[in-house]
Structures are given as structure tokens and as C-alpha cells.
């Protein structure tokens, strides 16, 4: 089945840098790579997603870059603020199988 | 809409006891899943629906974890006996279609003591 690995773990960052997370998936079949931000205390909440016809995928500060050919995709937040101080998912699925998520990358954004 | 709804938020109990987590799904949503979150294992699926039939539990680790989706608005995770090893926070969510955003509930916090 799909495994899905995301780095870094843990990311500190000064506010107004960007961050950067990264995933790769198994499966080259995969065809969904959606992102959820989770907040302390609460559930995971979709912030952006891409699909497999789409290299690149902008939302105001947010975008999400995909490689198929290497099997791997970006989460990139620019200037970040203090409110993107969060957990953040990266998770990818095939056509006819549930999302499978990566273990999360605790983003700090210092003031 | 008020989105997932799960209930309880928190739950202690101690080992052996049963355990029942509630989940109401958003109107409408053809797609209901559980998952489990722990600090070693991310967030992991249980069992998943389609207009209330279980299509995979496959994730569901042991005989003891049963769900249920008798209607549309509502689905239960029960543990039963329940062990120390299956604290952790249960997250229920919904989607309207496959492959669409996934709305999570806020989550039951549960500790097995």
C-alpha cells in the first residue's frame, strides 16, 4: 500500500521567513495530495490540495508544488505570521483508497 | 452547519471497561471515517463508510474496536475490553464525496488507566 513520508519533524522559523515541508509517497499511482493544518487541541482542517494534472498550486501565502516523477510534494508558506504556528499534515491517496497521512511537521513560527 | 460533532471530548476509565465514542457526521456526506492519533503511530484509519456500510476495517486493530453506522447522523467506535495501549485521541470525519475535503470532529481524548 501507500506509505507517505514527511520531513522535517519539527521547524522553527523567524516570522516573515518562509517554511518549507516536504513529502514523498510510494505509490505512483497516488493521484490526490491534500494538506491539513491542526491546532492545538483540534482537529486537522484542509488548508490546500493538488492533484496529479497539476505541477503547482497557489493560495494567497500557501502553495503546494508535485513531482511525479520523483514521487514527492512541497508545502511552501510564505511570511509566515504567528497564527501558522501548527501541526501540519501532508497525505496522498490513489483513485479507490483512503488518504494515508504522514506522521505531521510541527511548525513554530517565532515572533 | 456545526460540522463533526463527537462526543465525549474526554474520557478516562480503566482497563477492561467498555468504551463508546459518538460521531455525527455533517449533513449530507456520503463518507465516514475513523481515525486514531498517537504521538508513535501519526494518524492512523480504523474503518471507513459509504452511506453507512463499512467498506474497509481493515485499520481496526484488534477484535476488541467494533463500529457502527446504524443511520446517516450517526456512528459509534466501541472498545471493548478497553487496554492502557489504546489511549489516544479519535478523530471522527466526514466528506461529501471520495477524494473531497475530509471535515474532522475536535476529537475524544481517551486515557485507559
Known amino acids: 500500500g501507500e506509505n507517505v513520508e514527511q520531513h522535517p519533524s519539527t521547524l522553527s522559523v523567524q516570522e516573515g521567513d518562509s517554511a518549507v515541508i516536504k513529502c514523498t509517497y510510494s505509490?505512483?499511482?497516488?493521484?490526490?495530495f491534500p494538506w491539513y493544518k491542526q491546532e492545538l487541541g483540534k482537529g486537522p482542517q484542509l488548508i490546500i490540495d493538488?492533484?496529479?494534472?497539476?505541477g503547482e498550486k497557489k493560495d494567497q501565502r500557501i502553495a503546494v508544488t508535485l513531482n511525479k516523477t520523483a514521487k514527492h510534494f512541497s508545502l511552501h508558506i510564505t511570511e509566515t505570521q504567528p497564527e501558522d504556528s501548527a501541526v501540519y499534515f501532508c497525505?496522498?491517496?490513489?483513485?479507490?483508497?483512503?488518504?494515508?497521512f504522514g506522521k505531521g511537521t510541527r511548525l513554530s513560527v517565532i515572533a | 452547519d456545526a460540522g463533526v460533532i463527537q462526543s465525549p471530548r474526554h474520557e478516562v476509565t480503566e482497563m477492561g471497561q467498555e468504551v463508546t465514542l459518538r460521531c455525527k457526521p455533517i449533513?449530507?456526506?456520503?463518507?465516514l471515517f475513523w481515525y486514531r492519533q498517537t504521538m508513535m503511530r501519526g494518524l492512523e484509519l480504523l474503518i471507513y463508510?459509504?452511506?453507512?456500510?463499512?467498506?474497509?476495517d481493515s485499520g481496526m486493530p484488534e477484535d476488541r474496536f467494533s463500529a457502527k453506522m446504524p443511520n446517516a447522523s450517526f456512528s459509534t467506535l466501541k472498545i471493548q475490553p478497553s487496554e492502557p495501549r489504546d489511549s489516544a485521541v479519535y478523530f471522527c470525519?466526514?466528506?461529501?464525496?471520495?477524494?473531497?475535503?475530509?471535515?474532522f470532529g475536535e476529537g475524544s481524548r481517551l486515557t485507559v488507566l
Open positions: 449533513s449530507g456526506h456520503d463518507y
Open positions: 505509490d505512483s499511482a497516488s493521484n490526490y
Open positions: 493538488i492533484r496529479s494534472n497539476v
Open positions: 463508510f459509504n452511506n453507512n456500510v463499512p467498506i474497509d
Open positions: 497525505a496522498a491517496s490513489i483513485g479507490h483508497t483512503p488518504l494515508v
Open positions: 470525519a466526514s466528506s461529501r464525496n471520495w477524494q473531497a475535503e475530509l471535515f
